[in-house]
Every structure is written in C-alpha cells, then in structure tokens.
C-alpha cells in the first residue's frame, strides 16, 4: 500500500512553466514504477509520462515529449513533472500512479493513485 500526495498545480498563463511534485508514503519506493496521466474535463485519463525505479528509464507522450519531463529523487520517496511552455490544451487534473514491482516505465496497469493537482493554463 502507498499513499500518493499531489501538489504544484495551479493557474498559470500559456507559455509558463510548472513543477508538479508527487510525494509517496512508502518504504520501498525504488521497487516501484512511476507515472504521471492527466485528465481534462470531459475526456478519459490519458498518459503523460513514466519513469523506471532508478530513474535511469522514462517514457513521453508524443502530445508533451520536449516540454515535459519526469524525474525522481529516491531518498525523498518523491517523483516530479516540469512542465514547460504550458498551452491551454494541457488544462488537466494531473495524477500521480505508483506501480509495484515493476522496475520499467509503463503506460499501464497502476495500482495506486494520487487525488491530482489541477493545472490550468490561460490563454
């Protein structure tokens, strides 16, 4: 069991940046996976990206590969997502997920979610 806390949503204009940080309550977090999606009103969740439990693996989405990017730190059970050069389009409740024992990124198949952060970009 892990509990995932979301935090550094917020409004933020077309163009700017974001750091999306995932904390995760657990004391075996480098046997897990992890993955950030996100959700925008009226769609299904979709994938953002992914990382393995080095951190030495990650994995984009065509639709944010160059502007995003997912990193890890292992001794603070905390995982993070830059974004940059926001566009309207990535309006989103971001999520964090956390898969066990599975040691490379996945677009799939997560076990435990976080609440999300909303991001909200102006145009």
């Known amino acids: 069991q892990v509990l995932l806390v979301e935090s550094g949503g917020g409004l933020v204009q077309a163009g700017g940046s974001l750091r999306l940080s995932c904390a995760a309550s657990?004391?075996?977090?480098?046997?897990?996976?992890m993955g950030w999606f996100r959700q925008a009103p009226g769609k299904e969740r979709e994938f953002v990206a992914a990382?393995?439990?080095?951190?030495?693996?990650?994995d984009y989405a065509d639709s944010v590969k160059g502007r995003f990017t997912i990193s890890r730190d292992n001794a603070k059970n905390t995982v993070a997502l830059q974004i940059n050069t926001l566009k309207p389009e990535d309006t989103a409740v971001y999520y964090c997920?956390?898969?066990?024992?599975?040691?490379?990124?996945?677009?799939?198949?997560?076990?435990?979610w976080g609440q999300g952060t909303q991001v909200t970009v102006s145009s």
């Open positions: 997920a956390a898969e066990p024992n599975r040691l490379r990124p996945t677009r799939s198949g997560y076990d435990y």
């Open positions: 657990t004391r075996t977090f480098t046997t897990y996976a």
């Open positions: 990382i393995s439990w080095s951190g030495g693996s990650t």
